[in-house]
């Protein structure tokens, strides 16, 4: 079965340090691959997402993440954290060849900023 | 502007009573979600559908129902059916011409039991 797991529920950084939240799936064939963020009692919002081109995604808010196949991994970073990045992020996965576009979201990485 | 309206954002609900949440969307899409978020838990998917007068259970459909008679409103019951509806559902929808394609979501409705 499709499945996406995000290791640590709870992740805390200081405002300033490195951010990394992150994500595996369980596949041989490579699937789609986003990342969305949710800030409280909002909706998601995209931040980025691989469909097989470059290894490498840039995405909104100077977060960034790369595709390893090797490792099955999608992980997220930042260089820096700031405080408006507190919120719960959410890695999702659709696997390509299927009747339908279903997204298959991980349960969650609430990141705390800390001043 | 273009997005995705849910209503409302809070409602309570009384034991025995079916209730209602509306999704509307000014995008143009074809493709429209329902997702039930519980803390800890991520999203869950309750229905989907690709087209208009079509739709498809999804992982946790059981105690829902859905319509689509037109394109941009996918309104989602909760019936009575439902034993635990103390919820965030959110509505998203996409284009649906591609697996790559980003759902965009809605700002969620909180469900709450009297």
């Known amino acids: 079965a499709q499945s996406v797991t995000q290791l640590g529920s709870h992740v805390s950084v200081s405002e300033g340090a490195l951010v990394l939240l992150r994500c595996n799936y369980s596949?041989?064939?490579?699937?789609?691959l986003f990342w969305y963020v949710q800030y409280p009692n909002q909706g998601l919002q995209l931040l980025l997402k691989?469909?097989?081109?470059?290894?490498l995604v840039k995405g909104i808010n100077g977060f960034e993440a790369e595709f390893k196949k090797s490792e099955t991994s999608f992980h997220l970073t930042k260089p820096s954290a700031h405080m408006s990045d507190a919120a719960e992020y959410f890695c999702?996965?659709?696997?390509?060849?299927?009747?339908?576009?279903?997204?298959?979201f991980g349960k969650g990485t609430l990141l705390t900023v800390n001043p | 502007d273009g997005g995705i309206t849910q209503s409302p954002k809070y409602l309570f609900r009384k034991e025995g009573q079916n209730v209602t949440l509306s999704c509307e969307q000014n995008?143009?899409?074809?493709?429209m979600y329902w997702y039930r978020q519980d803390p800890g838990q991520g999203l869950r998917l309750i229905y989907y559908?690709?087209?208009?007068?079509?739709?498809q259970k999804g992982d946790i459909a059981e105690g829902y129902s859905v319509s689509r008679e037109k394109k941009e409103s996918f309104p989602l019951t909760v019936t009575s059916a439902q034993k635990n509806p103390t919820a965030f559902y959110l509505c998203?929808?996409?284009?649906?011409?591609?697996?790559?394609?980003?759902?965009?979501f809605g700002a969620g409705t909180r469900l709450s039991v009297l």
């Open positions: 691989y469909t097989s081109a470059a290894t």
């Open positions: 596949s041989s064939v490579p699937p789609y």
């Open positions: 999702a996965v659709i696997y390509p060849g299927g009747s339908n576009y279903k997204l298959t």
């Open positions: 995008l143009n899409h074809d493709a």
């Open positions: 559908s690709q087209i208009v007068n079509d739709f």
């Open positions: 998203a929808s996409s284009t649906g011409n591609s697996p790559r394609d980003i759902q965009y």
